[in-house]
């Protein structure tokens, strides 16, 4: 299986701030790559697929880039409705695998 | 408007168990691959299984931690897929959601059900 590895685990940050998170995986993924966003009680949402298409809806404040095995998704400035936790999943080869995820908290 | 909907959720004693459903409405439901992701409270998210269309002959395919307990099954004329999990276990403990993929498409995971709550406890 592919291992998604994902950091930081966490991170503290304010209102405004830019915030970058990786996912390195174990072996190529070409593109096959998306960011979710999960916030309490509520099913995941995708973000961001083919590592650096912009899911419909989202806001342009998110980005990603990446392509093989390094991967990051961007918030430009972050807004108070962004406090959540972040997953990465490729889906190149079967299983999919997700990252650890990483929890944006506020400072 | 793509829509799945898990049900069946509840509580069960180990070695017990439990069918869930995931009713899909809003998309060519019969061309999608299906999946069923857990996530255990306060973890990450956990790929369960998958139950691919008809013109991939239906191929399931599972997680090694749930291999011999969990079956996957689909009813095409219904919308529905079905998870069947057998011999649980307490650390099978978890919100079950259900997602999709559409074949050639970048509808990875783009989709998801609300979830529904599995406990295993005596």
């Known amino acids: 299986d592919i291992q998604m590895t994902q950091s930081p685990s966490s991170l503290s940050a304010s209102v405004g701030d830019r915030v970058t998170i990786t996912c390195r995986a174990s072996?190529?993924?070409?593109?096959?790559l998306g960011w979710y966003q999960q916030k309490p009680g509520k099913a995941p949402k995708r973000l961001i697929y083919?590592?650096?298409t912009l899911q419909s809806g989202v806001p342009s404040r998110f980005s990603g880039s990446g392509s093989g095995t390094e991967f990051t998704l961007t918030i430009s400035s972050l807004q108070p409705e962004d406090f959540a936790t972040y997953y990465c999943l490729q889906h190149d080869s079967s299983p999919p695998t997700f990252g650890q995820g990483t929890k944006v908290e506020i400072k | 408007e793509v829509q799945l909907v898990e049900s069946g959720g509840g509580l069960v004693q180990p070695g017990g168990s439990l069918k869930l459903s995931c009713e899909a409405s809003?998309?060519?439901?019969?061309?999608?691959?299906i999946h069923w992701v857990r996530q255990a409270s306060g973890k990450g998210l956990e790929w369960v299984g998958r139950v691919r269309n008809k013109a991939n002959n239906y191929a399931t395919a599972y997680a090694a931690s749930v291999q011999g307990r969990f079956t996957i099954s689909r009813d095409d004329s219904q919308d529905t897929t079905y998870l069947q999990m057998n011999s649980l276990e307490v650390e099978d403990t978890a919100v079950y959601y259900c997602t999709r993929n559409v074949p050639t498409t970048p509808n990875w995971f783009d989709a998801w059900g609300q979830g529904t709550l599995v406990t295993v406890s005596s």
């Open positions: 072996q190529g993924i070409r593109n096959d």
């Open positions: 083919a590592a650096s």
């Open positions: 809003g998309f060519t439901f019969s061309g999608s691959a």
